[in-house]
């Protein structure tokens, strides 16, 4: 009937337009209609935008006529028809959806798959072809470009680092594969290397607390690497990259079909064993590395489409940074310094739906990590294992969408430190609920809370509250998140980062659980041009409080690290924008910014938190050649100052890093079967940062420095700034410019 109204109206006025004609019709995908498609020629000069329903009503001259229609998170199509004189063509479009959907199906923030503009909780997305924009070894270098999340170095001499997310250090960071927790003190940097980038489909990051569903260690925020559902997956894929540093990447992916199961086999190797030393300190810049993992995935049929999935991933990584004429007789001796780290880690996990009515299901992983590792004589042996179960229960009642769950997970872990006396085990069992409300097609409330038993520290309690509004058109959306979230001290965390640096490590008193409050508001927005130009701005501001803070001491003793709950407060705030822009013709930007201030209050003290900028910036441009089936993608990032440590009032070195970026240059051919080759240079502008930033790197066992009764460093004609050797004066990688090249095929 629709179409019929539309009809008459124009045939009723048909008679003034003896030059032209009309198209009338509809914009689909997957079923549903796509509102605000652009529809208009080929060259762009008329067109038209449709309506919320999808529908359009275009004037054209009389003719033939070549028709473009594009909408975001769609495929570009054309139409090729004939036009007559005051005559009207009815055309009905469907759309495949792109590579780079922007309202993708997300899971993260509510543990449930929703609409990413439907979602109460703000969630980011990167598709793999957005990675493929500056391909790396990692996801954890991967992340490099995306806003507000910064991979940081924590040491110039093993190159071991974690995620940052709005400033606050790796350790708050929770990192998911599949939705399903990879919990362990390192997982911000194991759980993001090794993955096969060839078998990653998409990866999504929350910013904030969301202790309510994930727990201790996701106070900072969650990454979430969703990999291919073995269905989907290409039959064989395969991506090798090397660099003029010699360094070599291989990723592998294979598709097996086993009965009514469905496997996903991935394979990662990573290899570099070339040193060099740029800067002259004697030491290598970048830590050679020997790393292979191993993922497989698998999918089960079952009746009424439950699921049961299963998964696991083995890493093994040898890993050496330190004087360039070191060779392994001399590991963990005391004449040739190195940090030599060797590692083994396994994981299982899994999700299987109980066959029973309603939506209720059973998540599980397990993980085991060894560490074996010397820094200079100092020996770090360690090794943890944790077990996590999980059962939810999903309902809608009306205008709530119910999740109930419940979880226990198990850390037993033990070192050879003095930190850990005995063997730690603790046990931590939680429930949560959530209510997701929706009040009507504009507004959803979702009311979250959780418990937890800690067996050492006892009853935590974690609420939330998320707010979404929309517009009637659905282009404004503001949301609203307020939340509770702490975080359990990790021994395994907070020794690592210290022993990376031939420090002491010591604890001032027993630690207490983190605590931490988080407001944050997130408003999108979408424009649409009738010249097929789509922009999409995301803006946010946070604000985080916390008690109990845990913080390492740098400045107090320069021979050691001290760990110690805060007595005061601190805060993390700020604001950050991005910017989605696609142009007509394929090309697209994306930008974003952020400001952030992260400082401590003790005792009236006010202090910059170490190792923070205030002011980060990313891009990515691409630019398709169509006719030559040719892209360029210019990548790159900015970071503002940092506070640094220094090692007392006579360190010269300056107290902040300067402003300096990183950026990346790559040209990608595409060829018709499946193949593509690609190839560019990484970090154009050359930066690295000071040669002097490892102090006293000619003396790495501070055979030259004379201290005093109090353990303090004195000065000498021979060190008249009074350093040790210390490598944690580290803002950036000592890695140059250099080229890479790399092929990627697959089969599907």
């Known amino acids: 009937m629709h179409y019929v109204f539309i009809l008459l109206a124009l045939l009723c006025s048909a008679q003034g337009y003896a030059q032209t004609g009309w198209v009338v019709g509809s914009v689909v995908s997957d079923g549903e209609p796509v509102s605000f498609a652009t529809v208009g020629l080929a060259d762009g000069t008329l067109g038209t935008v449709a309506e919320l329903d999808g529908t359009f009503v275009l004037e054209l001259p009389a003719g033939e006529q070549t028709v473009r229609i594009s909408a975001l998170g769609q495929q570009t199509a054309t139409e090729t028809l004939l036009v007559m004189e005051g005559d009207t063509t009815v055309l009905d479009l469907v759309l495949e959806a792109g590579a780079a959907v922007l309202d993708d199906i997300v899971v993260t923030g509510t543990m449930k798959a929703v609409s990413r503009s439907n979602s109460p909780v703000p969630v980011e997305v990167f598709t793999a072809n957005y990675f493929r924009a500056n391909p790396t070894p ?87 690497v969703i990999t291919k559902a073995p269905e989907d997956a290409p039959l064989v894929a395969a991506d090798v990259m090397v660099s003029g540093w010699g360094e070599v990447n291989t990723d592998l992916g294979l598709k097996l079909k086993v009965g009514k199961a469905q496997s996903l086999l991935g394979l990662n190797y990573f290899n570099y064993q070339q040193p060099q030393d740029n800067n002259g300190d004697g030491f290598t810049d970048v830590t050679l590395q020997d790393r292979l993992s191993v993922f497989n995935k698998w999918s089960f049929r079952r009746a009424a489409d439950r699921i ?33 780290i060797y590692t083994n880690r396994w994981e299982t996990f899994g999700t299987y739906q109980l066959p029973v009515p309603g939506r209720v299901m059973f998540q599980f992983s397990t993980n085991g990590h060894y560490q074996n590792s010397v820094y200079g004589q100092t020996v770090y042996d360690a090794t943890q294992y944790v077990g996590f179960g999980q059962l939810t229960w999903n309902k809608q009642v009306g205008a709530h969408d119910l999740l109930l769950g419940a979880s226990y997970r198990y850390t037993w872990y033990d070192d050879n430190t003095p930190a850990t006396t005995e063997v730690s085990r603790i046990r931590l069992p939680g429930a949560f609920v959530q209510d997701e409300l929706r009040l009507n097609t504009n ?82 927005r979408k424009f649409f041009s009738r010249g097929g130009t789509v922009v999409g701005l ?84 691409g630019v398709p050649i169509k006719s030559a089936l040719l892209r360029i993608d210019y990548t790159g990032n900015v970071y503002g100052p940092m506070d640094l440590p220094l090692l007392g009032a006579l360190d010269e070195r300056p107290g902040q890093s300067p402003w300096f970026s990183t950026q990346n240059l790559q040209l990608t051919k595409t060829f018709a079967n499946g193949m593509e080759v690609y190839g560019g240079v990484k970090n154009l502008l050359d930066y690295t940062p000071p040669a002097n930033s490892i102090a006293r790197s000619f003396d790495p066992f501070d055979r030259g420095v004379e201290f005093g009764a109090d353990g303090s460093v004195l000065a000498t004609p021979d060190n008249p700034q009074a350093l040790t050797f210390d490598p944690t004066y580290v803002y950036a990688s000592n890695q140059g410019r250099r080229w890479f090249v790399g092929w990627r095929w697959s089969l599907r």
Not at 563 to 588: E, F, M, P, Q, T
Request: aromatic residues 10%; contains cysteine; charged residues 20%.
């Open 538 to 621: 995301d803006g946010s501001l946070w604000y985080t409080r916390f008690g109990n803070r845990i913080l390492p001491d740098y400045t107090t003793d320069p021979t050691a690290i001290i760990y110690a709950n805060l007595r005061g407060s601190a805060v993390s705030r700020g604001a950050s924008l991005s910017g989605d822009v696609s142009l007509k013709g394929g090309s697209s930007l994306n930008v974003g910014v952020t400001l952030q201030d992260v400082y401590t209050n003790e005792e009236g003290l006010r202090e910059r938190q170490l190792l923070t900028e205030t002011f980060s910036g990313v891009w990515q441009l």
């Open 308 to 340: 049961f999935t299963l998964a696991g991933r083995y890493v093994y990584e040898d890993r050496f940074g330190g004087q360039l004429d070191w060779d392994r007789g001399d590991r963990g001796g005391d004449q040739v310094y190195g940090e030599s």
């Open 138 to 224: 990692s996801v954890f270098e991967s992340l490099q470009t995306v806003n507000g999340v910064r991979p940081q170095l924590n040491c110039a001499v093993c190159n071991t680092g974690d995620i940052h997310i709005n400033g606050l250090e790796g350790p708050y960071t929770m990192v998911l594969i599949d939705g399903m927790p990879i919990v362990s003190g390192l997982s911000t940097v194991y759980g993001l290397t090794g993955i096969p980038q060839s078998l990653i489909e998409r990866v999504e990051v929350v910013k904030g607390p969301a202790s309510t569903l994930y727990g201790s260690e996701a106070v900072g925020g969650l990454i979430n």
């Open 443 to 524: 507004n959803i409330l979702l009311l979250g809370l959780r418990y937890d038993y800690n067996s050492l520290h006892g009853s935590i309690l974690t609420p939330r509250l998320n707010y979404k509004w929309n517009s009637a058109s659905g282009l404004d959306i503001i949301r609203l998140s307020i939340g509770n979230g702490y975080r359990v001290a990790n021994v395994f965390t907070e020794d690592h980062a210290a022993l990376t640096g031939a420090r002491e490590v010591r604890f001032a008193d027993e630690l207490l659980p983190e605590t931490s409050w988080n407001t944050n508001v997130n408003y999108v």
